[in-house]
């Protein structure tokens, strides 16, 4: 093959041996000879071919009988065909048609500014300057970058870089940073920025990104790593973190972003935070977080902020609201309601009804307490500082009085429902009270004609009475108040306060039908809280949308097709005391996917809790064997072969899912934190089993089948070791090369798997049950379980979180530990029970909020990023 190069240098001179060519006389003369004759054309040409031009249809004419003999020039051929492509006459005439009229041609002028008189050229300009105008400003507003510096470096913990192209230059506190520049920490180092509008950053190590700055938006490129935004409040636009795969935006609040190769993690402390990720969009509050890819998993919101300066300052803040959650705990609640003026004109095609007493009073009370600790306490002041609620407190307290003030005029309850519309499926949502206070409709035109808005949102708020209202008199969307001597309702849907003022004078049914009835029910038991939703009509709405056989096929294999009512009811029945309900009703028997749940019963796998556990989980179910055939019949529902899938499993797994695995293990399971937590948990896990040496068996099994993953994929692997102790068989199973934490140890005792981390523990687990002092026989546990007829439980999840606050405290700094003392004085114990009767599913719990607050989600995160933090230390 040629060398490039010399490839090159060839073509080259060849091009240059053709330049430099000259031909001679005789070869140019005969070239000219051959242009000519291609320019005149080889015929003789006609006499009209030396006319000076031609001027219109008639020379076109007159040179038809040329063209048709082509006898024409290439030139006027091209000439003619275009006129002819152009003009109706010509054309008709060279078809034979008739006879051309003549047209005088003329250049038209309307392109030349020549042609223009003064008010389209005045017009011209005029368009042009603010077509000009406003693409600069549109451009100054939405992309041109604001003038001055975007951050400022704060402080910086091991080094801190400027990235770019001619070199890392390292950053000292007081340097600031400009449009575009890109900052990275190295490793084990931190950094803390304010921007310019008072966000303020933080760093962690080996975390990068950049910042732009727009009049309607500032953006925080995050590259990689992970940063806490303490964002200010935000003047006409919004703050930014934009990662490799999601969006966050924010106005004022405290959130961190952890990304990298896997995905992003989203935290949030205070506020609230939209992220939006993959075509969808979450919206977050305090506590809350996301991540965007199923292979990234969750974390406790406070392992997040673990690593942060200011970690001391949010365990304080914490420690604060645990304080004022105490004090509104003991704000009494309003009485108890045992009827309603509202459910007997609740319109038939209501499908969600949910009460709530008027908490008027409570809510001022609740503002009052908690002015009364803002004043006494600097960490909350601090906090209502930077979060701009300060400077709103006149317009905060403004909101609070007309609240109060709206509260009086109102009966013991507001009612807000739901109705379905027939049709597009659509729905329509109300919210209504009874007025027992005269001036209601005044009140209400007087705030309206006050309000702060434009007198466009003042016309879609419409204030209508007795005799004014017709549903077809409204727009959807407008905001209607009927304001009547004794009914207040507020709706978006003409239509749904069509039907409810008609429900006043004709009965619609409602409360004889059998939702109306559920809900009669819970007033008659006396109404705190209540949500009642009518789940045959949703769920059946829903499987029939978009006609699928297959949709529906699948909601009634799994028994749920069946669902009837869900209530949730929440009631003080005396101060402090509380009975909180959740009752899911079925229209016949439980069966498939919905019938996994068992009847109450004595949970055997609790005998191996002591009084002493932490945190207890435990279940009893139906056959496992009967799980599996009703995950068969989901399968085949959906369209798939269950025979194939399950030979699939076993070829894979290298066991059977249901004669192998599900049965050997029986009905009942308890999952329990029992003992020191630090510095290894001591949890335990036992398990009902029916053959021991069957279900050992597939245990090798699948510790073969992994071991042999492990080997191909070049990882470690599992040991299963056996050792006989006192005439008594132990197993261990240890993850090689992994942490202790993932290493168990079992037994088979008295018809149970019995597991925990240790030897030691099992045994522990083993005397606890010998001895009969079982978590069962707790008479702490005793006192939180619900009043009601049952004598036993089908599930139960119980917390005492405030017992661990003490070994805690001896792994945080002195201010840390005195938050966490306040945060546990505040916590309590609590259970969650659960039955499953025939045809309803009762969840039930005499704690305040469902057996969670603020306290237990603190004290359980805390827990657990104390426990990941001395796993890394030992692993």
Not at 504 to 516: Q, Y
Not at 701 to 706: H, S, T, W
Not at 790 to 805: E, F, K, M
């Amino acid at each position: 093959m040629t060398d490039q190069k010399n490839k090159k240098f060839g073509i080259e001179d060849a091009i240059a041996a053709m330049r430099d060519h000259q031909p001679d006389p005789a070869t140019i003369e005969a070239a000219r000879d051959r242009v000519w004759m291609n320019l005149r054309g080889t015929a003789p040409m006609p006499e009209i071919q030396s006319a000076a031009g031609i001027n219109g249809c008639a020379d076109i004419e007159a040179l038809l009988p040329a063209y048709r003999t082509k006898e024409l020039s290439p030139a006027r051929q091209l000439i003619l065909e275009d006129h002819l492509r152009e003009c109706v006459e010509c054309r008709s005439a060279y078809h034979g048609g008739g006879k051309v009229v003549p047209m005088t041609w003329k250049r038209d002028d309307s392109g030349d500014f020549a042609g223009w008189d003064v008010r389209r050229m005045a017009f011209a300009a005029v368009a042009l300057f603010v077509i000009g105008v406003s693409s600069f400003f549109s451009y100054q507003f939405f992309f041109a970058p604001l003038p001055g510096n975007r951050a400022v470096v704060q402080a910086a913990t091991g080094s801190l870089y400027l990235v770019n192209a001619h070199g890392d230059v390292q950053l000292q506190p007081g340097r600031e940073l400009q449009e575009g520049d890109v900052v990275r920490t190295a490793a084990g180092s931190r950094a803390v920025l304010r921007m310019f509008d008072g966000s303020v950053v933080e760093m962690n190590e080996r975390a990068e990104f950049s910042i732009a700055a727009r009049r309607n938006a500032t953006t925080i490129n995050l590259h990689r790593g992970n940063i806490i935004v303490q964002a200010a409040k935000q003047r006409g636009g919004n703050l930014f973190v934009v990662a490799p795969d999601c969006k966050v935006a924010v106005t004022g609040t405290v959130f961190a972003v952890n990304t990298g190769m896997k995905g992003s993690r989203v935290s949030v402390v205070e506020g609230e935070v939209h992220v939006a990720y993959s075509g969808e969009e979450d919206v977050l509050n305090a506590g809350e977080q996301v991540v965007t890819s199923e292979t990234l998993g969750t974390t406790s919101v406070e392992s997040e902020f673990d690593w942060s300066a200011n970690r001391e300052q949010h365990l304080a803040l914490l420690a604060e609201f645990s304080k004022l959650q105490r004090k509104l705990e003991n704000i009494p609640g309003p009485a108890l309601r045992y009827d309603s003026a509202v459910l007997p004109i609740t319109p038939a095609n209501t499908v969600v009804y949910a009460s709530i007493p008027n908490l008027g009073e409570q809510l001022n009370e609740a503002h009052r307490i908690f002015q009364d600790q803002l004043r006494d306490s600097p960490v909350l002041q601090d906090w209502w500082t930077k979060t701009g609620m300060a400077a709103q407190q006149p317009r905060f307290e403004e909101m609070i009085s007309k609240v109060h003030t709206f509260s009086r005029y109102l009966g013991d309850e507001v009612v807000f429902m739901v109705q379905t519309r027939g049709g597009d499926n659509g729905v329509g949502a109300l919210a209504v009270a009874k007025v027992t206070k005269p001036g209601l409709r005044d009140y209400l035109q007087a705030e309206l004609a006050n309000a702060p808005i434009s007198a466009e949102q003042k016309g879609k708020i419409r204030i209508i009475g007795e005799k004014d209202f017709s549903a077809t008199g409204y727009v959807q969307g407008d905001l209607l108040i009927f304001a009547g001597e004794d009914l207040v309702a507020i709706a978006t849907d003409p239509t749904a306060l069509n039907s409810l003022l008609n429900a006043r004078h004709t009965a619609s049914g409602f409360s004889g039908g059998s939702f109306g009835r559920a809900i009669a029910a819970s007033y008659q038991e006396g109404a705190g809280l209540l949500f009642a939703a009518d789940l045959q009509t949703v769920l059946l709405r829903e499987a029939t949308d978009g006609n699928d056989p297959r949709k529906a096929a699948q909601l009634a294999t799994s028994g749920f097709s069946d669902v009837r009512h869900l209530v949730v009811k929440r009631r003080e029945t005396t101060p402090g005391q509380f009975d909180n309900r959740a009752a899911l009703t079925f229209a016949q028997q439980r069966r498939g996917i919905a019938s996994w749940l068992a009847a109450p019963t004595p949970i055997g796998a609790l005998e191996f809790v002591s009084q002493d556990a932490t945190i207890v989980g435990a279940a009893a179910v139906k056959s496992p064997e009967r799980m599996v055939d009703d995950l068969m019949a989901m399968m085949l529902a959906a369209g798939k072969s269950p025979e194939q899938e399950m030979a699939e499993f076993r070829e894979k797994a290298s066991f059977d899912l249901r004669n192998d695995l599900a049965a050997s293990i029986g009905s009942d399971f308890a999952f329990a934190l029992d003992g020191p937590v630090l510095p290894t948990p001591s949890w335990k896990f036992a398990v009902e089993v029916n053959d021991a040496q069957k279900l050992q068996n597939t245990i090798h099994l699948i510790v073969n089948r992994i071991n042999q993953e492990a080997a191909a994929a070049g990882r470690p692997g599992v040991t299963l070791t056996r050792e006989e102790v006192d005439g008594r068989v132990f197993y261990s199973a240890a993850h090689a090369g992994g942490p202790q934490l993932m290493t168990v140890h079992y037994t088979y005792a008295h018809g149970y798997l019995v597991a925990a981390p240790s030897r030691a523990m099992v045994l522990r687990a083993l005397q606890v049950r010998d001895s009969g002092n079982t978590f069962s026989r707790s008479s702490k546990f005793l006192a939180l379980l619900p009043k009601d007829p049952h004598t036993n439980v089908s599930g139960l999840v119980y917390q005492d979180l405030q017992s661990v606050a003490a070994p805690l405290a001896q792994n945080l700094p002195a201010a840390e530990a005195q938050s966490l003392q306040v945060i546990a004085a505040n916590a309590r114990p609590s259970v969650l029970v659960v039955y499953g009767d025939d045809d309803r599913i009762e969840l039930a719990t005499a704690s305040r909020f469902f057996g969670f607050d603020v306290n237990t989600a603190a004290l359980s995160q805390l827990l657990q990023q104390t426990v990941g933090t001395l796993a890394k230390q030992n692993p």
